[in-house]
C-alpha cells in the first residue's frame, strides 16, 4: 500500500512569501496530484504530473519520479491561496482501476 | 465539458436513520466512480469505486453501501447511521486520461 507523506502539516506565511509544501510516498504511481480543498470543503484539482514541472500562473508544480517526492510552489503568495493542499498518487490496483491514495494535506494560511 | 454534481451540501441525521447522497456526472461516459469520506482531521479514504454499471468495490468495511443503477449515478446509502459516520463526503470520477474531477461534498453529521 502507498504511504504518502506531506510536509509541513500547517503553514502560516506572510502575504508575497514563497511557499513550499513537499509531498513524499512509497511506492511507484503513474501520476501525482495536487489538490486544493476550501474552507467549505469543495476540492479542486491544481495539476496532475508523471513527469517534471508544470506551472499555472503563480503554481508551480514538480515531481522527481526517482526519489519519489514532489513539491508545490506558491510565488507572491496572498489571503486567497489560505486553502488545505493535499497531495494524492494514482497507482494501477488492477481490474482496469487506478486508485487514488491522499496525503493528509497541509492547511496554509497566508496573513495580509 | 464534464460536470459532477452532488447532493445534498450538509445534511443532519440521527443515529439510526437511512441515509441516501447522489452523485451523477455529466459530459462523459464510462466513469470511474468513487465515494470518499474525509473524517475531522484525517486525510481522505476510498469508501466504493466503480468500473461500470452494477459493479462496486469496497476498501474498506463499514456501516455504508452504494449503487451504480445508471452509467452515471452513483449512490451512497446506509440503512442505520451510527455517530462515526460523521464527516465530508466526496464523490469523484475518473477516465485513465484525465484526472479526477471532485463533488462539492456533503457535510454530514450524525446526531
Known amino acids: 500500500k502507498n504511504e504518502v507523506e506531506q510536509s509541513p502539516q500547517n503553514l502560516t506565511a506572510q502575504e508575497g512569501e514563497f511557499i513550499t509544501i513537499n509531498c513524499s510516498y512509497s511506492v511507484g504511481i503513474s501520476a501525482l496530484h495536487w489538490l486544493q480543498q476550501h474552507p467549505g470543503g469543495g476540492i479542486v484539482s491544481l495539476f496532475m504530473?508523471?513527469?517534471g514541472k508544470k506551472k499555472h500562473g503563480r503554481l508551480i508544480a514538480t515531481i522527481n519520479i526517482q526519489e519519489k517526492h514532489s513539491s508545490l510552489h506558491i510565488t507572491a503568495s496572498h489571503p486567497r491561496d489560505s486553502a488545505v493542499y493535499i497531495c494524492a498518487v494514482r497507482a494501477y490496483s488492477g481490474a482496469g482501476s487506478y486508485q487514488l491514495t491522499f496525503g493528509k494535506g497541509t492547511k496554509l494560511s497566508v496573513i495580509p | 465539458s464534464q460536470t459532477i454534481h452532488q447532493w445534498p451540501a450538509t445534511l443532519v441525521q440521527p443515529v439510526g436513520s437511512p441515509l441516501s447522497l447522489e452523485c451523477t456526472v455529466e459530459g462523459t461516459s464510462n466513469p470511474n466512480l468513487y465515494w470518499y469520506r474525509q473524517a475531522a482531521g484525517r486525510g481522505l479514504q476510498l469508501l466504493f469505486y466503480s468500473v461500470g454499471i452494477g459493479q462496486i468495490s469496497s476498501e474498506v468495511p463499514q456501516n455504508l453501501s452504494a449503487s451504480r443503477p445508471q452509467d452515471r449515478q452513483f449512490i451512497l446509502s446506509s440503512k442505520k447511521l451510527l455517530l462515526s459516520d460523521s464527516g465530508f463526503y466526496l464523490c469523484a470520477w475518473s477516465r485513465r486520461v484525465y484526472g479526477y474531477t471532485f463533488g462539492s461534498g456533503t457535510r454530514l453529521t450524525v446526531v
Open positions: 504530473l508523471s513527469s
